[in-house]
Nanobody, 124 residues
Framework: VQLQACGGGLVQTGGSLRLSCAAS????????MGWYRQVPGKEREFVAA????????YYQDFVKGRFTISRDNAKNTMYLQMNSLKPGDTAVYYC??????????????????WGQGTLVTVSS
């Protein structure tokens, strides 16, 4: 079981990036999933989460209105569309997942699965 994140890069303030997280090894269509981020020297912080169906989403206040989380269960892939990026969004972004059939709150509190990170750098 593996979560593979990609799509990070260097972008100017106000720009956009779309992160993808592809799950492999088995289907994650019954797992709530989410994104975390980490700045060097700081703890990882929750960014956004999405239920297995995509019907429920949650966002940290600092990304509300700018980031959109979505998923395509047919492709076993989750996305994070990031708009109006700020230098403070610079971090390594990690995709995560809860256990199968677990509630979305499990992604927010303590994900069971973690992918490798993808670096997002926003220049001023």
């Amino acid at each position: 079981v593996q979560l593979q994140a990609c799509g990070g890069g260097l972008v100017q303030t106000g720009g956009s990036l779309r992160l993808s997280c592809a799950a492999s090894g088995r289907s994650f269509s019954s797992n709530a999933m989410g994104w975390y981020r980490q700045v060097p020297g700081k703890e990882r912080e929750f960014v956004a989460a999405i239920s297995w169906s995509g019907g429920s989403t949650y966002y940290q206040d600092f990304v509300k209105g700018r980031f959109t989380i979505s998923r395509d269960n047919a492709k076993n892939t989750m996305y994070l569309q990031m708009n109006s990026l700020k230098p403070g969004d610079t971090a390594v972004y990690y995709c995560t997942a809860a256990n199968r059939d677990a509630p979305i709150v499990d992604v927010i509190r303590s994900p069971s699965y973690w992918g490798q990170g993808t670096l997002v750098t926003v220049s001023s």
